[in-house]
């Protein structure tokens, strides 16, 4: 039936044939007409008619569970990540100390075209232009970590101690090396492109399987589509970049990581991260070294006036991470004053006595606790208000209280109707101002004593 | 408001919500197999998930043919997933759902083979010795697994575009105009493209039977 279309008659009326669909009525009729009788055009559409019931005579084979549930997962792992554009925001408030830690400068990897021997093959090896690099000789930028060994055994630490669920812990690295100028190496999976002075290293891993590990400088990668038995990675200090079949680029610095994707879709863990990013062909994602706490509470507290649920949020991790103590103090702190703009009186009360209790006196605890009479007061809570004042002195010693607190207790005795110790009050206020050298306030602490009477 | 709090925010993360139910289950009027022109309230990926991913896999699987294995289409149903989550936000309801998932199925399939460059391998592949696995056809014969193959390796030679307009017509049984508004084209441009991909099968048919390919 085939040899239809290299009958030298052809027929004029094929197109028309082919067409059916998009013919009214009357054109198709007469095509089914013409069809009946042509040499031509009959055959082809009962060729057609045959191809058809042969590709609906198998169906594909269902999805299995297992698939189901892979599948699932990645599309909600990239539902929980935010988008590309805002990581880049986000990268600069980032909490993951673990990040740090990771220094990964474990870096390690195979040769993907040398299956099941089991030996390192170095990059310089493959390309037989790369300069062996000691790390531990100091050429490169300062990073957390701790280097010991010849080798060049690496192994991360972090200010703020412990490693993030899925971080990497230290890895033997059998060698370094430093690109003296631009080099490309294929690597089998994959080729690689590094730029002048990047320094990498390759370790053996499992067949079949690369992991570049980039400790600086820039390197373009060009990977063929990969097979379910194949992986090729590149780990920086900050970040873990998983392809499967791509061409992208990644810098590696001391203060970020960069992700260029030219083609295709990459897959980027941030250093101790759970959930990937995932950044597609045209997108680029930027992840910074982590903010120190105190920068971060730092920001907080800027943004307070302007954003307070990302204040809230900002200082909340510090908190949910197990910062150092008095940087908690300050982010629950932080966190209080939040809620408070949010509207929250009762959350920041509850925060604020979380305050006092974890401040164990000094300045932190006596602004929480004032804080929290204030909340408590507007609120019309005067009994616990006082209650809270009267919790604040005994923390902070009576002779440590400020004027303006102190005269936050009078206030509270006039609003509950008690002018007697109003009077008492305010009177303390005018000798705490008076103290302090704020002749002002006492006068005016004064004269509202005065009027009292 | 308490509940809100990023004190509170940790021990969320780490709870995961089962999908909900979506509420056009229990209402045939609002599915969106249906004649769906408004936006159920629910329609979130979850649900649009649990409804259409075996569709996604059948499409994705026709669309890239018999050569790729089940890692691709795997890795294809995926990024069709994550293509629909970015852009769920944006459907209005124009097209029903499921004219609407075909067309990103499509799109993120032709792109994957010109990508990923996917299509030459499996061109190669297929040129000589197409199988046919057991998983795609369990229950065949030699001779009809043959035939089978015979007749992909023609459809692979059409050019993606066209293939993918047979293949939503011919075997998913799309109407030319819910293709036009899948792939963003005009129905004209459809019945074009289907008229070639036809032309081309046949010629590919004849080359096969002619041993000329």
Not at chain 1, 64 to 72: L, N, S
Not at chain 1, 308 to 332: F, K, N, S, W, Y
Not at chain 1, 367 to 381: H, R
Not at chain 2, 118 to 138: F, K, M, Q
Request: with cysteine; hydrophobic share 45%.
């Amino acid at each position: 039936m085939s040899t239809l279309l290299s009958n030298p008659l052809g027929c004029a009326h094929l197109d028309r044939t082919l067409r059916l669909e998009s013919c009214d009525d009357d054109a198709r009729a007469a095509a089914l007409v013409h069809a009946g009788d042509c040499p031509v055009c009959g055959p082809a559409l009962e060729e057609l008619a045959a191809v058809e019931r042969t590709l609906r005579g198998v169906a594909p084979a269902p999805l299995v569970t297992a698939e189901r549930a892979r599948i699932w997962r990645g599309v909600a792992a990239r539902r929980r990540a935010p988008s590309a554009g805002s990581w880049l925001a986000l990268a600069g408030v980032s909490l993951a100390a673990a990040a740090a830690v990771v220094l990964t400068v474990q870096l390690g990897v195979r040769s993907g075209g040398a299956e099941g021997d089991g030996e390192a093959l170095p990059l310089a090896t493959v390309s037989g232009e790369l300069t062996p690099v000691e790390l531990a000789d100091g050429p490169l930028p300062s990073a957390p970590a701790a280097v010991s060994g010849a080798a060049g055994a690496v192994s991360g630490g972090t200010a703020g101690g412990g490693v993030a669920p899925g971080a990497r812990q230290a890895m033997p690295v059998s060698r370094w090396v430093r690109a003296p100028r631009a080099v490309s190496a294929d690597l089998g999976l994959a080729r690689v492109d590094l730029a002048a002075g990047a320094v990498v290293a390759l370790e053996p891993r499992a067949p079949r399987e690369i992991d570049l590990r980039l400790f600086r400088g820039k390197a373009t990668l060009a990977v063929s589509k990969l097979s379910p038995s194949e992986a090729f990675e590149v780990t920086t200090p900050l970040a873990r970049v998983k392809v499967v079949g791509t061409r992208f680029h990644v810098e590696s610095r001391a203060d970020a990581t960069r992700v260029e994707v030219e083609e295709g879709t990459v897959w980027v863990w941030e250093t101790g991260a759970e959930n990937a990013k995932v950044v597609q062909a045209g997108q680029a994602l930027e992840i910074k070294a982590p903010a120190t706490p105190r920068e971060v509470l730092s920001e907080a507290r800027a943004l307070l006036e302007s954003d307070a649920t990302g204040a809230a949020r900002m200082a909340g991790t510090l908190v949910d991470q197990g910062a150092a103590p008095e940087v908690e103090v300050e982010a629950i702190l932080v966190v209080a004053d939040a809620e408070r703009r949010r509207g929250d009186p009762g959350r920041a009360a509850a925060l604020y006595r979380r305050v006092a209790e974890h401040a164990h006196g000094g300045p932190y605890a006596e602004e929480a606790l004032y804080k929290c009479a204030t909340l408590l007061g507007a609120s019309g809570d005067v009994g616990g208000a006082l209650s809270v004042l009267a919790d604040a002195e005994r923390r902070v010693g009576t002779g440590a209280i400020g004027p303006e607190r102190a005269s936050l207790e009078a206030e509270l005795h006039l609003t509950g109707g008690d002018v007697a110790r109003a009077r008492t009050a305010f009177g303390r206020a005018a000798e705490r101002a008076h103290a302090v050298g704020d002749e002002a306030s006492a006068r005016v602490f004064a004269e509202r004593r005065a009027r009292l009477r | 408001m308490a509940g809100d709090s990023p004190l509170d925010m940790q021990a969320r993360a780490v709870t995961v919500r089962p999908p909900g139910r979506p509420a056009y289950e229990a209402n045939p009027a609002a599915s969106p197999r249906g004649a769906l022109r408004t936006v159920p309230e629910d329609l979130t990926i979850e649900a649009v998930f649990r409804a259409h991913v075996d569709d996604v896999h059948r499409i994705v699987t026709r669309l890239i043919g018999p050569g790729g294995s089940r890692a691709d289409v795997e890795d294809v149903v995926q990024l069709v997933f994550i293509a629909i989550q970015r852009a769920l936000p944006k459907f209005r309801g124009e097209s029903k759902l499921s004219t609407w998932i075909y067309g990103v199925s499509a799109r993120v399939v032709m792109t994957q083979l010109r990508g990923w460059r996917r299509h030459r391998r499996l061109l190669a592949a297929l040129g000589d010795h197409l199988e046919i696995s057991d998983t795609y056809t369990p229950e065949k014969s030699a001779s009809e697994r043959e035939e089978l193959a015979r007749v992909w390796r023609c459809l692979m030679r059409i050019k993606p575009k066209k293939r993918v307009v047979y293949i939503m017509h011919e075997l998913e049984d799309v109407s030319g105009a819910d293709i036009a508004l899948a792939l963003d084209i005009p129905v004209a441009t459809v019945w074009t493209r289907l008229h070639h991909a036809r032309k081309e099968l046949l010629a590919a048919l004849a080359r096969e039977q002619g041993g000329t390919r």
